[in-house]
């Protein structure tokens, strides 16, 4: 069959494991590695005169909008806002002018984005969209196309679309941020070197999958996961507990590591594993005193970080994942891995339908 799991047990683990040759396709359309340039496909409007960004997404696929807000606003210093396609349209928003609205969708269907697409451009709003499946609605029905190249996914629970459409945010934010005069050369050749590191270090990440397999059937006994990020790394905390809830079936959360102290400790007892996204860097710091707030009342924490945040902030943990050292900016790409292999293996441990997680549908085409 053109489409088959090959050597692997689920679509799920192969698409997971295609991530380093996906990612490097997309990045491959966006990157001018000679000139150190991010260039975007011929568009028919001035990115120079957008003063604002709305991004509007179902699912896993929102995430990628609220990461693309860190970047856009760290970048372009241009105001984003982000919204889940049911609330967009329906709390009906205030669409100032020169605003660029922007979809992301695997499969450019799902009914709730697709209505909100059609509301911004009837009310005079530029859009753009990235989108997996090219000949879908919203990829027909964009301004500016922006595809991301992941192939066909099959697994219900994103993987490869949800790294390929963040090669894509970052690609877009470059590009907003030359447009507004917020970026030299330099910063920009800077920020396409890391990006072109982006497939070696998910290969780096991919080869902890037999670590990350031998601790997910302690995981697979909790009730309940917490997951905690700080920056570009909390929407990855909100992705991480929404991978878990969709195919192994427990209860988890996402959270902002400095929000856990505003309600969610007082569910830790050490009966609940915490999940730690911390890549070493200006935050780091932060991160690690939220995360020893919840040691200190039991909760056992896997600190997912690199060699420098292991060894300062690593003993404590029950377990470690150790990710390769990168910078902040592709650090949500790179940590997506472990995120996603945690979820695999628990679901699996658990001997759930994988591919096809009960009560979900891979692409919701009703309101
Ligand atoms: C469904 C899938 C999710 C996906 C969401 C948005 O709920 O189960 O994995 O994130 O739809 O899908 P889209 O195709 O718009 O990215």
């Known amino acids: 069959a053109l489409i088959d799991k090959g050597n692997h047990r689920h679509f799920m683990q192969k698409e997971i494991y ?5 990612v490097a396709q997309t990045l491959q359309s966006y990157l001018r590695p000679i000139e150190q340039m991010v260039a975007l496909p011929d568009m028919g409007f001035d990115l120079g005169s957008i003063e604002r960004v709305a991004i509007v997404a179902c699912g896993t696929a929102s995430y990628v909008g609220m990461i693309g807000k860190y970047w856009i606003e760290r970048f372009a210093r241009i105001p984003v806002e982000v919204d889940v396609a049911s609330e967009f349209r329906y709390r009906d928003p205030v669409l100032l002018p020169n605003t660029l609205g922007v979809v992301v969708s695997q499969s450019g269907e799902t009914a709730d984005t697709l209505a909100a697409l059609r509301h911004m451009k009837a009310n005079g709003v530029t859009t753009a969209g990235i989108i997996n499946v090219p000949t879908s609605s919203m990829a027909r029905e964009v301004d500016l196309l922006l595809p991301t190249h992941a192939g066909p996914e099959i697994g219900v629970a994103s993987t490869k679309a949800f790294t390929c459409q963040l090669a894509v945010m970052a690609a877009l934010s470059v ?8 970026l030299s050369a330099e910063e920009e050749s800077e920020i396409v070197r890391h990006l072109i590191e982006a ?20 995981i697979a006994g909790a009730r309940d996961v917490l997951y905690l990020g700080r920056g570009p790394d ?23 590591s400095g929000e856990m102290k505003h309600g969610p400790i007082a569910l830790i007892d050490d009966n609940v594993p915490l999940i730690v996204l911390a890549p070493s860097g200006p935050l780091f710091d932060k991160t690690v005193s939220n995360m020893q707030e919840a040691q200190a009342r039991g909760a056992q924490v896997v600190l997912i970080s690199d060699a420098d945040g292991l060894a300062q902030a690593g003993e404590d943990a029950v377990a470690t994942i150790e990710m390769p050292k990168v910078h902040p900016l592709i650090a949500p790409i790179v940590y997506a ?9 628990v679901a699996v441990a658990k001997g759930t339908d994988v591919d096809q997680p009960r009560n979900l549908a891979k692409s919701v085409t009703v309101e």
């Open 175 to 182: 590009n907003l941020a030359r447009a507004a005069g917020k």
């Open 234 to 256: 909390y929407p990855l905390a909100l992705e991480g507990a929404l991978k878990l809830k969709e195919i192994s079936y427990i209860h988890a959360e996402g959270y902002a």
């Open 18 to 22: 295609e991530q380093p040759v996906v």
């Open 337 to 345: 891995v472990p995120v996603q292999l945690l979820a695999y293996h």
């Open 199 to 218: 497939p070696a270090a998910i290969n780096a990440a991919l080869a902890h999958d037999d670590e990350i397999q031998a601790m997910a059937g302690t």
